[in-house]
């Protein structure tokens, strides 16, 4: 039986083309649904720009979705060092870890997908509810109806703002720069000295990072890879916000500003301060990057994710702070535990897919609120409040610098 064409199988309808919907749509097929995408976009998802850290979690959820990379996964990192303003290297910590990108993943998840169930250029108008039944109805007219409808459509989700309208992601106080460098334009003496680990500058208040990802066409030799690079500082005034995350075409941005959308002076004004503040082999690496662009810090807490048959998942539902390094794995960990919820359910079955999906958000509320409340501890440790961050959770005693090194980007103390 073909669950592609079977229509007594049960249907779902994807909102958002990306790893959250990716993993979904994976999963479910799977098992035997029927699964669409339909992502917002007109044209395929292209490059983000970003690093991704990986470890145990994320790369169960690949598995369970029938992705197995192997060695092509990304970079493998031996640990991570702390960078002082000179270049010196002032603190070490090993800790073996894969590190890959945005563009890397997104392309492993996508070839898991038939193209004819991965629809792009069609934005969500709005959801409505029948019984048993989800209909989706897209700004070109059309409608989807299905059995379930899964909003995993991002931190600006069409589908929470009808659910939830009165919910918006928080501003933390703090923006990132963000850009990728070439190896291949970074000198051999800097590439040495960063070595295969991640690692981390700290000016006062602020922090910066870096570590190896594969290159532009996911080349994993050294020397053919990219170094992403991210740099986090405080913008906490109306007036530093809006000088930061206005656009060149005078438009203010809610979450982020694309590369080719930053103003130039906010990116002049940027690249003048690292030359102040940030370990010389972080600024070559800026030095290297044509075009950074900025992503404003948030948190969001969804006090709910299931209404009737939608289900709310990945940044959609919730957003960590990047420094726990949870972001994708949430999304696949969220797909793989609504994959599981689910099966077995569906109109041939005895299963109840409203039951389902009850026990589902109690334990993906539990989840994101635990992922969430560290992201905000490691914001103060990592931003203006380090000095009087959580000492006790994160054991500051032993030092700012042994204290970052284990507690970023780690699953570390979240719960579901």
């Not at 690079?229 to 979450?255: H, I, K, N």
Request: charged share 20%.
């Amino acid at each position: 039986m073909n669950p592609t064409t079977d229509t007594a199988k049960p249907r779902a309808l994807i909102i958002g083309g990306s790893m959250a919907g990716l993993f979904s749509a994976l999963l479910l097929r799977n098992q035997g649904w029927r699964v669409d995408v339909y992502e917002r976009s007109a044209e395929q998802l292209a490059s983000r720009g970003a690093g991704i850290a990986t470890h145990g979690p994320l790369v169960a959820a690949l598995q369970k979705a029938g992705v197995d990379p192997g060695d092509a996964l990304g970079v493998p990192i031996m640990g991570r060092a702390v960078f002082d303003r000179d270049g010196s290297v002032a603190d070490t910590y090993d800790l073996p870890q894969v590190m890959t990108s945005w563009d890397l993943l997104f392309k492993l998840l996508r070839a898991g997908l038939p193209d004819a169930h991965y629809h792009v250029g069609v934005p969500l108008e709005s959801v409505s509810q029948i019984a048993d039944t989800v209909t989706a109805t897209f700004a070109d007219g059309r409608t989807e109806t299905g059995d379930l409808l899964i909003a995993a459509d991002g931190i600006q989700s069409t589908v929470r703002g009808q659910m939830l309208p009165d919910l918006h992601p928080k501003y933390a106080g703090y923006i990132a720069w963000r850009g990728m460098a070439d190896e291949a334009d970074i000198s051999q003496a800097t590439l040495d000295h960063l070595g295969e680990r991640l690692g981390f500058c700290l000016p006062p208040g602020e922090h910066s990072l870096t570590y190896p990802v594969a290159g532009p066409n996911d080349e994993l030799t050294p020397g053919h890879r990219r170094r992403n690079w991210v740099w986090y500082r405080t913008a906490v005034s109306e007036a530093e916000q809006a000088a930061l995350m206005t656009a060149q075409d005078g438009r203010r941005q809610e979450v982020s500003v694309p590369p080719h959308k930053v103003r130039a002076e906010a990116v002049a004004a940027m690249r003048r301060d690292a030359r102040k503040f940030l370990a010389p082999q972080f600024v070559e690496l800026l030095d290297n990057i044509a075009q950074p662009f900025l992503q404003a810090i948030v948190d969001l807490e969804s006090p709910q994710v299931v209404f009737g048959r939608v289900a709310v998942l990945g940044d959609a539902a919730f957003v960590a702070r990047p420094h726990t390094g949870m972001g994708v794995a949430k999304a696949g960990e969220d797909a793989v535990a609504l994959a599981e919820v689910l099966r077995g359910n569906g109109r041939n079955s005895d299963g109840d897919i409203d039951q389902a999906l009850t026990a589902w958000e109690i334990g993906r509320l539990a989840y994101g609120r635990s992922a969430v409340a560290r992201g905000l501890r490691l914001g103060r440790m990592l931003s203006s409040d380090r000095t009087a961050a959580d000492g006790d959770t994160f054991g500051l005693g032993r030092g700012v610098h042994q204290a970052v090194m284990i507690e970023t980007a780690v699953p570390g103390d979240i719960r579901a």
